[in-house]
């Protein structure tokens, strides 16, 4: 009878300490089954904001971000990033954090040289002033034009959805892109992963 109790007591023991390595097991499996489906979620978000290595869908072309340049205006960041394989748009502009304000850019000589007026007729349409400012500047990735530590830039834009951005860099030539925004609902995100300068 003792002996029988003993076995019943060790079985008693195995089995619970089986169980809880199931249980533990299975825990672990959901902690990590819940990180990875949270990743994913965070690529997939479009709060996330726009990164180098992403590629942008959008009216059948895919614009791949092979390299940004970051305007750090005191903490508020614009970022702009070279699509170098699309002849039509060259740049995308994020004019926000989280990537709900984009404009499709291309190089453009329409805006003369010196000073950016506050209002200027650009192909036909009277573009106002958005923006103007002085900031710091981190490049990251490839094909960047040459570009200084330092920059003043000028965005306009009209109720059309047309925008103008100058960005005059210090120690190197000034870049003037203008287009269009684009409606963030019109453009998917392929996320990429590379994360720029911290």
Do not use: C, Y
């Not at 709060?47 to 903490?75: F, K, Q, S, Y």
């Not at 834009?157 to 963030?184: K, N, Q, S, W, Y």
């Amino acid at each position: 009878m003792i002996i029988e109790l003993a076995v019943s007591a060790a079985a008693v023991v195995v089995a619970s300490a089986v169980a809880r390595a199931i249980v533990q097991r299975r825990a672990a499996q959901d902690a990590e089954r819940e990180k990875r489906l949270a990743a994913a979620a965070r690529a997939n978000d479009p709060r996330r904001g726009l990164r180098v290595g992403d590629v942008l869908l959008h009216v059948g072309d895919e614009l791949w971000l092979a390299g940004m340049i970051e305007l750090d205006e005191e903490g508020t960041l614009l970022s702009i990033f070279r699509a170098p394989e699309n002849t039509r748009t060259a740049w995308v502009a994020q004019l926000d954090d989280e990537a709900r304000e984009l404009a499709l850019l291309a190089h453009s000589d329409e805006v003369p040289e010196g000073h950016v007026p506050d209002r200027l007729p650009l192909g036909g349409r009277v573009l106002s002033l958005l923006r103007r400012g002085s900031a710091k500047v981190r490049g990251h990735g490839e094909h960047l034009p040459p570009h200084g530590p330092k920059a003043r830039f000028t965005i306009l834009h009209d109720a059309g959805g047309r925008v103008a951005m100058v960005i005059d860099f210090e120690g190197a030539p000034r870049l003037t892109l203008v287009g269009d925004r684009v409606e963030r609902a019109l453009i998917d995100v392929l996320p990429g992963g590379e994360r720029g300068p911290e």
